[in-house]
């Protein structure tokens, strides 16, 4: 099982899905940390409460975009009720393991959970581009 999880892995950092912007998202967020400058970019486009389409963007490591896309590829074409419960089990999984990857993966949640802050304050009125949110952890740095 575990030769299939790290296949699983490989292909993701080789061949990220749902890598990049979406032509009109309803949501726009963004996970920072400005001590590093790494960031995650997610896009969100949903309709009546499914998300009928997902992309991500970082200048993060390889963790971030593996997880990126992994996180992408579970919650696109569900609702945001499970996507939401996707990122508290992806959260708490990831939160057994390396701080580096504790990290990258707050970064992608944390920039989930902003591009539906983002469409909640759009559908409110709000003319912000995007919503940001600065994580608390930092990658380790690997010498």
Known sequence: MENNLNQEIIEHLMHPRNY??????????????????EFVIFYLLTEDKII????????GCHDTVVLGSMFTEMIKGESLEY??????????KVALGPIKQQ????????????????ET???????????AIEIDMECEVEE
């Not at 990049?20 to 400058?37: A, D, F, Q, R």
């Open 20 to 37: 990049g912007p979406l032509e009109n998202p309803t949501g726009i967020g963004v996970g920072h940390s400005e001590k590093s400058g």
């Open 52 to 59: 009928r389409s997902v992309g991500y963007a970082t200048n």
């Open 83 to 92: 996507a939401d419960k996707a990122a508290e089990k992806l959260q708490a």
């Open 103 to 118: 990290a990258c993966a707050q970064m992608v949640l944390t920039a989930f959970k902003a591009a539906q802050i983002h």
């Open 121 to 131: 304050n759009r559908l409110k009125g709000s003319k912000e581009e995007l919503h």
